[in-house]
């Protein structure tokens, strides 16, 4: 039988039929969500963009187009129609949405900074922000990263949310989307906690404070912007099992690899690093009852954040070329999924 099966497979890998292989297939396969960022000024000027998107993901998060500074610009006044044309390419293909995000230091309207120190009337513009845009999707969106960000490795990171309401804004802010939409599954969402360490150590206790008060948080957002030299595998497995010992799902939300800019000789060598992390990290989520969502930050290297940010010291996060050819990350995740062992996902 294992014969026939091998024979089977050299015969469709040779076949051609073996490159119909998507990402999402293999994630399914591993009852695991394949998830990736959109941006929704692409959507309507690139067809490959939207193909492979189509084809690869059934799950989808904009990249930019629900924070705060592009939904309410101005105090009271909101604007959709980006977001909503996100949410609208989604439904099309049959995609679960992810929102991102409701609570953020980042990518604030500039108005406001003006209530810093006011503190009723900064928790009347928390809640109506929330209650507003969960509001305006409700029943369209399945997943919100609620809070994005809020910990830092020695405690409550200092932003207007912390230094004007206290940490009790973490809480509210759940309990504000929650009551928005009941249906939605919400996700305190941050960097560089997937592995055990300081900072992983007090989202830990800050999750199991929520969970105990009886927050309406059920998910853990690690977002895993990680660079070629990987990250330490058997920590990120048991901080898996640790987040789910709470009773939380885990969803790896904005994954990358950045690689240094380089000659030829040595990228080739960085995109087969990059392959086998994204194949570990692949793995290790199949594997784990409690991952239920892989998702990269974008999907092709033609939109990335990574070398406006890094000063274009780094490049190719990702796992299409920016011509959209299938990059070894690509068959890297394939792999890792294909290659997991067994699991009970329920
Ligand atoms: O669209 C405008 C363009 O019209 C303008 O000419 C240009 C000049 O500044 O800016 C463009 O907007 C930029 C936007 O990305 C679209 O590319 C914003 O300035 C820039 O701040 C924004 O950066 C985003 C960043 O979050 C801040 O919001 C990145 O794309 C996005 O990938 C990044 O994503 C974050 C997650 O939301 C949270 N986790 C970390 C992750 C990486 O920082």
Redesign the pocket.
């Known amino acids: 039988m294992k014969g026939l099966l091998t024979s089977l497979f050299i015969f469709l890998l040779f076949s051609g039929a073996a490159s119909s292989q998507t990402l999402k297939s293999s994630a399914e396969y591993r009852k695991v969500l394949m998830g990736t960022a959109v941006r929704a000024y692409a959507l309507p000027i690139d067809k490959r963009y939207r193909n492979t998107l189509a084809q690869n993901f059934n799950k989808i998060t904009p990249?930019?187009d629900m924070?705060m500074a592009r939904v309410q610009p101005t105090e009271g006044v909101f604007t959709f129609a980006k977001a909503d044309s996100v949410v609208e390419f989604a439904r099309k293909n049959s995609m679960l949405i992810h929102g991102?995000?409701l609570v953020w230091h980042?990518?604030m309207p500039s108005w406001v900074e003006r209530y810093r120190g006011n503190a009723p009337a900064l928790e009347k513009i928390l809640k109506s922000h929330i209650q507003t845009v969960v509001g305006h999707y409700k029943g369209k969106v399945q997943y919100w990263d609620v809070v994005?960000e809020a910990i830092e490795r020695h405690g409550y990171r200092n932003t207007i949310w912390y230094d004007t309401l206290g940490k009790d804004f973490i809480r509210r802010a759940f309990i504000y989307a929650h009551n928005a939409d009941p249906a939605a599954k919400l996700i305190y969402n941050d960097?560089d906690i997937a592995t055990e360490n300081q900072k992983s150590k007090k989202v830990l206790s800050l999750l199991s404070r929520l969970r105990k008060a009886g927050t309406p948080v059920c998910a853990v957002g690690l977002?895993m912007?990680i660079s070629e030299n990987g990250i330490n595998y058997g920590s990120f497995r048991r901080m898996i099992q640790k987040y789910a010992s709470l009773g939380l799902e885990v969803h790896i939300t904005?994954m990358d690899v950045k690689i240094k800019k380089a000659d030829e000789k040595t990228t080739v060598r960085s995109l087969e690093k990059q392959k086998v992390i994204y194949k570990k990290i692949a793995r290790i989520c199949a594997e784990s009852p409690a991952c239920k969502s892989f998702t990269t930050?974008g999907f092709t290297d033609k939109y990335t954040?990574i070398p406006g940010?890094t000063g274009g010291r780094y490049h190719k996060p990702l796992l299409f070329t920016e011509s959209y050819a299938r990059k070894p990350s690509f068959y890297g995740v394939i792999d890792g999924f294909r290659k997991a062992q067994p699991m009970d996902k329920r």
């Open positions: 990249e930019n924070k991102h995000t980042q990518e994005n960097y977002q912007h904005e930050w954040w940010f």
